[in-house]
Nanobody, 126 residues
Framework: QVQLVESGGGSVQAGGSLRLSCAASGRTFSSYAMGWFRQAPGKEREFVAAISWTGGRTYYADSVKGRFTISRDNAKNTVHLQMNSLKPEDTALYYC???????????????????WGRGTQVTVSS
């Protein structure tokens, strides 16, 4: 069992930066792949970024490549999402998720993740 709590959301102007964090509890955090998803009002939840359990592989949505960076610290049971050059279209509720035995396209698919946080709001104004 893994419990996830996101933090670091807020309001920022376009071009600004935010760093989201996800704190996990549970002894097996280091064995889970971690992902960030987001959902804007009236839209479906979409993949943002993911990282393998070792941290050796990362995956990004095309819309955030070059602007967002995902990282993890297994010693501290945390995963981060550094978001730079934010745009108004990045406004959404951001969720942290943990998944086991992910491979290939699994990383991009929300139904393959087993545990979810409650989300943290990111609002980018123009």
């Amino acid at each position: 069992q893994v419990q996830l709590v996101e933090s670091g959301g807020g309001s920022v102007q376009a071009g600004g930066s935010l760093r989201l964090s996800c704190a996990a509890s549970g002894r097996t955090f280091s064995s889970y792949a971690m992902g960030w998803f987001r959902q804007a009002p009236g839209k479906e939840r979409e993949f943002v970024a993911a990282i393998s359990w070792t941290g050796g592989r990362t995956y990004y949505a095309d819309s955030v490549k070059g602007r967002f960076t995902i990282s993890r610290d297994n010693a501290k049971n945390t995963v981060h999402l550094q978001m730079n050059s934010l745009k108004p279209e990045d406004t959404a509720l951001y969720y942290c998720a943990a998944g086991d035995y992910l491979g290939g396209s699994d990383y991009y698919t929300d139904r393959r993740y087993d545990y979810w946080g409650r989300g943290t709001q990111v609002t980018v104004s123009s």
